[in-house]
């Protein structure tokens, strides 16, 4: 039991010590200012493809359908939503970090709400 908790903290040391940690607030940063509200749905897409993120865009009523389903669940606008992930990066002992993309439109197809989440996976 011991051995699994100190297992557990250093994973959490290097974690938290590692530069992915700052490229990722930098990478949202980025990602504020690339997807900013107001945006159109067309336009979201144009941006998504230029960047070379792999995405989904979600009808309004399988954005709807998902919503429960999905963990975490999220809220419709009343729209389509679009879905993304972009790789940050990977240590040399398995960490690896991305951010997911959640954008959501209402019904005219404009960016009402967006989410970006930090993905960390340890393996």
Not at 35 to 44: N, R, V
Not at 65 to 84: D, Q, V
Not at 95 to 113: E, G, K, M, P, Q
Request: proline share 6%; charged share 20%; net charge positive.
């Amino acid at each position: 039991m011991r051995a699994l908790i100190t297992a557990f903290g250093l994973i959490g040391l290097l974690t938290a010590c590692s530069p992915l940690a700052d490229d990722t607030k930098g990478r949202i940063a980025d990602l504020e200012r690339t997807f900013p509200l107001g945006i159109s749905l067309k336009e979201a897409e144009v941006r998504l493809k230029a960047a070379w993120l792999p995405h989904t865009v979600f009808t309004p009523q399988d954005c709807e359908g998902n919503a429960k389903k999905t963990m975490p669940t999220y809220t419709p606008k009343g729209g389509p939503c679009a879905f993304a992930l972009t790789r940050i990066g990977q240590t040399w002992y398995g960490y690896s970090v991305a951010v997911r993309i959640r954008l959501f439109f209402d019904a005219s197809n404009t960016l009402v709400h967006r989410e970006f989440n930090r993905i960390d996976t340890f393996i």
